[in-house]
């Protein structure tokens, strides 16, 4: 019975080379195109390979943009001595939220993680480093997650720009505002320890 | 800054008319298909477009097939005197697993509800009436949900079969198999009390 609708199986399977997609619910996902109107359907279709064609990196930056230059990198208003460093372009759309950050962004397109196969040579390090060598940049705030992959990455970065005498932060670690601290694991309470400042500030 | 990569928005506003997928899901679903290689890209659009294609109802019992006649309706071996009647296809595949029921099936794409327009015209009940008309069904088993809907619906599909003489049963009721009595709810627990059958049986 399961292997009787070939397409979607098919379907599903496609569904399921998606971030977060498990095979239930990329069998759920699949039902839902074949109730779909054909027209509906016509339109995912293409707006995958439109998205697909016309989405591709930003050669300054390497974020995700469908114009020559992303729209950071095309806003003359942007600080470009200061770069923010992300693991990934839904990274650039969080910090922008803040609006509070008026320098530019350089996306890595991954973290560092040996267990996984991944080398500083498989993520946008090298372009980094090439952007960097070009003089204009005096800060980088590494904006990882602060994952074991993030950490490893944040240092790998701060000693690679050692010698090349650019500043590099790391984004405040600690309790997230309006939580209780009694929720609050150890790791995070630890770090927001160290990273105490007086109330003066 | 939202609104820059009109592929993507567009993309992520497809994917938000899949059964279950919010705003955020959309949008992360749209950039895992960026992230993608554009073979995959291209086989995911024809998938959508192929599967979107070949299924349609089987004439028979409105499952969904790519074939002429879905795969229960075509094995001999099935009891046609014995009709499941479920909302959906989903259903189906989720009888099917249990391997006990060779009867057939009939799916009604929906369930009868009246707040969200849905009435018996909407739904695959005039082919369940012309089936059951052409004499070779005894009974109907009817697998709705234990929700309002489906109650209705199998509420309104045994008032219409009352004068064709056709048996119209229900799924038992009650405590879910290796479930502890200290969460069932009271519906389902009145349910099992009514439904109680002597240890004998």
């Known amino acids: 019975m399961a292997e009787y609708m070939e ?89 922008e939220k803040v609006r509070e950050y008026r320098g530019v962004y350089h996306v890595l397109h991954g973290l560092i993680s040996p267990m996984n196969g991944v080398t500083p040579d498989n993520i946008k390090i090298r372009e980094l480093l090439t952007r960097v060598g070009e003089g204009e940049v005096e800060e980088l705030i590494v904006a990882t997650n602060p994952t074991i992959e993030g950490e490893a990455t944040a240092m790998y970065i701060s000693r690679l720009m050692k010698p090349l005498g650019v500043k590099v932060t790391r984004l405040a670690y600690g309790i997230p505002v309006g939580a209780d601290l009694e929720y609050a694991d150890e790791v995070t309470l630890c770090r927001a320890l160290e990273g105490r400042r007086s109330v003066e500030d």
């Open 7 to 95: 397409s979607l199986q098919h379907l599903a399977e496609q569904f399921g080379k998606l971030e977060g997609v498990g095979r239930k619910t990329a069998m759920r996902l699949a039902y839902s195109v074949v109730d779909m109107s054909v027209e509906d359907a016509t339109a995912f279709a293409d707006a995958i390979r439109v998205a697909k064609e016309r989405i591709h990196l930003c050669p300054v930056c390497q974020n995700l943009t469908d114009r020559e230059l992303c729209p950071v990198c095309r806003d003359d208003s942007r600080d470009r001595s200061t770069v923010c460093v992300v693991a990934d372009a839904k990274a650039v759309l969080a910090m």
